[in-house]
C-alpha cells in the first residue's frame, strides 16, 4: 500500500494492543505497532517506508555511534473530544527539529515526511491513543547519521524516523532543585538550543550528583558567572514574581525555546500576568523571595507540562514554596489541558487534527 505522500506501508499481522491496557502506563516503555523510517542518500529522502516495530540493523560504524549527530523531538496527540484525535503544534517541533538538524550539519526534513508521515502513522496507530484524562500518545520523531566511516566530517546519509509511545498520566511531583554552580548545560556559540542527543548526554551527571544529595533536577545557570539563570532540568523555567511570570529569554542560544513555553507565554497572558522575557539572576530571584513577591516557580515541557518546584536551593539558602497554593501554575495547566483535549476553544489554531 502506497499513501499519499509516497509512502510505502506495511501493517503488522496481529496488534500488539490485544491484552494491553491503555491506562496508567509508565513513560516511553511501550510503542505502537508500527514506525516510519526514512533514508536520507544522495542529496534526497527516499525509502519512506511505515513498518511493523521492529529493531535496526546497524553497521559498528555508524557515524552517529560515534560522533553524536542525532536529534530529536517530543510530541503529543491526545484524544480529542470530537471523538478525533489530534496533535498539539507539531509545526512548530518540526521548525524546530530543522533549526536543530542545521546546527548539527544535518539535512532538513520536509513537511511532506515529517508531518504528513506522522499523520498517516497515528491514523494507523490510532487505537493506541488513550482517552482517559491526562493520558496521551507521545511523538519521538528523530534523525541520526548513518554513515559507516569513522572519519570526523558531517555524514553524507542519515535515517529519520517516527516511533509512537502511548503514556500517562505523568504524575509531575513537586520537585526539589538544586542551583548549578560547577557543571554548564550551555555557552553562547554552542548546541544549547538545539534538541540534540549529546545536550542529555552532558546534563546526566549533575543531574546524579543533584540526586545523590536529595534533589531531584538542577537549575542551570549560565557559563560565565554562575548567576543567570536558563533551564530546570530538561525543561523551561518560569518565576512567578509579584503578578509578572518571568522566563529566561532566548537570544543567546544557550536555551531550548520550548514549545510549552510558548504556549505557557499566551496563556499566562491572557490569565492576566504581565509576561516577561530577559535575563533573570539567581540573586534577584532571592530578592524577589526574601522580600516576599516570589510566588511560585515551575518547569514547562511536553512530557510534564508544568512541573511545580517546592525548594530551590542556592548555596546556604533554600528557597521553599507550598506548592498546594500554587494557583497559577494549576490554573495555567488546566488551561493547556482543556485546549489539547478539546473542552476549550482551540483560539490560537494549536490543534492539527487528524
Ligand atoms: C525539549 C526540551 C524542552 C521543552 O520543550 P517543549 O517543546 O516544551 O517540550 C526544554 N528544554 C530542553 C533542554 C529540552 O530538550
Given at each position: 500500500m502506497i499513501a499519499a505522500a509516497g509512502i510505502k506501508i506495511t501493517k503488522v499481522e496481529?496488534?500488539?494492543?490485544?491484552?494491553?491496557?491503555?491506562?496508567?502506563l509508565p513513560f516511553g516503555r511501550y510503542f505502537t505497532d508500527h514506525m516510519l523510517e526514512a533514508d536520507y542518500e544522495n542529496g534526497a529522502w527516499t525509502n519512506i517506508e511505515i513498518k511493523p516495530y521492529q529493531p535496526l540493523l546497524l553497521d559498528p560504524s555508524t557515524a552517529a555511534l560515534h560522533y553524536g549527530q542525532a536529534i530529536f523531538e517530543g510530541i503529543k496527540a491526545y484524544a480529542y473530544a470530537n471523538g478525533k484525535a489530534s496533535i498539539f503544534r507539531p509545526y512548530d517541533n518540526l521548525s524546530r527539529f530543522n533549526i536543530s538538524a542545521e546546527r548539527m550539519c544535518m539535512p532538513v526534513v520536509p513537511e511532506e515526511i515529517f508531518i504528513e508521515g506522522m499523520r498517516t502513522l497515528i491514523e494507523l496507530d490510532k487505537n493506541w491513543i488513550p482517552s482517559l484524562p491526562e493520558h496521551s500518545l507521545y511523538i519521538r520523531p528523530f534523525m541520526f547519521a548513518t554513515d559507516t566511516v569513522i572519519g570526523v566530517k558531517p555524514s553524507a546519509k542519515y535515517k529519520f524516523m517516527i516511533l509512537l509511545s502511548p503514556t500517562g498520566p505523568y504524575y509531575a511531583a513537586p520537585m526539589k532543585i538544586y542551583v548549578e554552580e560547577t557543571y554548564t548545560r550551555a555557552a553562547p556559540g554552542g548546541v544549547g538550543f538545539a534538541k540534540n542527543a549529546g545536550n542529555y548526554a552532558g546534563s546526566m551527571l549533575a543531574t546524579e550528583l543533584a540526586k545523590k544529595q536529595g534533589y531531584d533536577q538542577v537549575l542551570w545557570t549560565d557559563a560565565f558567572e554562575h548567576k543567570y539563570l536558563q533551564e530546570v532540568g530538561t525543561m523551561n523555567v518560569f518565576f512567578i514574581i509579584g503578578n509578572r511570570a518571568i522566563t529566561p529569554s532566548l537570544e543567546d542560544g544557550t536555551i531550548l525555546a520550548g514549545v510549552t513555553r510558548d504556549s505557557a507565554m499566551v496563556v499566562l497572558k491572557e490569565m492576566g500576568l504581565d509576561v516577561i522575557e530577559r535575563k533573570i539572576s539567581i540573586d534577584e530571584l532571592l530578592e524577589a523571595y526574601q522580600s516576599g513577591l516570589l510566588r511560585e516557580v515551575f518547569g514547562t515541557g511536553t512530557a510534564a507540562t508544568i512541573s511545580m518546584i517546592k525548594e530551590l536551593r542556592y548555596k546556604e539558602d533554600t528557597m521553599y514554596f507550598d506548592t498546594d497554593k500554587s494557583e497559577i501554575a494549576r490554573e495555567l495547566k488546566s488551561r493547556l489541558n482543556a485546549i489539547r483535549d478539546g473542552h476549550a476553544a482551540d483560539t490560537h489554531g494549536w490543534m492539527y487534527m487528524i
Amino acid at each position: 500500500m502506497i499513501a499519499a505522500a509516497g509512502i510505502k506501508i506495511t501493517k503488522v499481522e496481529t496488534s500488539k494492543l490485544q491484552g494491553l491496557v491503555l491506562e496508567n502506563l509508565p513513560f516511553g516503555r511501550y510503542f505502537t505497532d508500527h514506525m516510519l523510517e526514512a533514508d536520507y542518500e544522495n542529496g534526497a529522502w527516499t525509502n519512506i517506508e511505515i513498518k511493523p516495530y521492529q529493531p535496526l540493523l546497524l553497521d559498528p560504524s555508524t557515524a552517529a555511534l560515534h560522533y553524536g549527530q542525532a536529534i530529536f523531538e517530543g510530541i503529543k496527540a491526545y484524544a480529542y473530544a470530537n471523538g478525533k484525535a489530534s496533535i498539539f503544534r507539531p509545526y512548530d517541533n518540526l521548525s524546530r527539529f530543522n533549526i536543530s538538524a542545521e546546527r548539527m550539519c544535518m539535512p532538513v526534513v520536509p513537511e511532506e515526511i515529517f508531518i504528513e508521515g506522522m499523520r498517516t502513522l497515528i491514523e494507523l496507530d490510532k487505537n493506541w491513543i488513550p482517552s482517559l484524562p491526562e493520558h496521551s500518545l507521545y511523538i519521538r520523531p528523530f534523525m541520526f547519521a548513518t554513515d559507516t566511516v569513522i572519519g570526523v566530517k558531517p555524514s553524507a546519509k542519515y535515517k529519520f524516523m517516527i516511533l509512537l509511545s502511548p503514556t500517562g498520566p505523568y504524575y509531575a511531583a513537586p520537585m526539589k532543585i538544586y542551583v548549578e554552580e560547577t557543571y554548564t548545560r550551555a555557552a553562547p556559540g554552542g548546541v544549547g538550543f538545539a534538541k540534540n542527543a549529546g545536550n542529555y548526554a552532558g546534563s546526566m551527571l549533575a543531574t546524579e550528583l543533584a540526586k545523590k544529595q536529595g534533589y531531584d533536577q538542577v537549575l542551570w545557570t549560565d557559563a560565565f558567572e554562575h548567576k543567570y539563570l536558563q533551564e530546570v532540568g530538561t525543561m523551561n523555567v518560569f518565576f512567578i514574581i509579584g503578578n509578572r511570570a518571568i522566563t529566561p529569554s532566548l537570544e543567546d542560544g544557550t536555551i531550548l525555546a520550548g514549545v510549552t513555553r510558548d504556549s505557557a507565554m499566551v496563556v499566562l497572558k491572557e490569565m492576566g500576568l504581565d509576561v516577561i522575557e530577559r535575563k533573570i539572576s539567581i540573586d534577584e530571584l532571592l530578592e524577589a523571595y526574601q522580600s516576599g513577591l516570589l510566588r511560585e516557580v515551575f518547569g514547562t515541557g511536553t512530557a510534564a507540562t508544568i512541573s511545580m518546584i517546592k525548594e530551590l536551593r542556592y548555596k546556604e539558602d533554600t528557597m521553599y514554596f507550598d506548592t498546594d497554593k500554587s494557583e497559577i501554575a494549576r490554573e495555567l495547566k488546566s488551561r493547556l489541558n482543556a485546549i489539547r483535549d478539546g473542552h476549550a476553544a482551540d483560539t490560537h489554531g494549536w490543534m492539527y487534527m487528524i
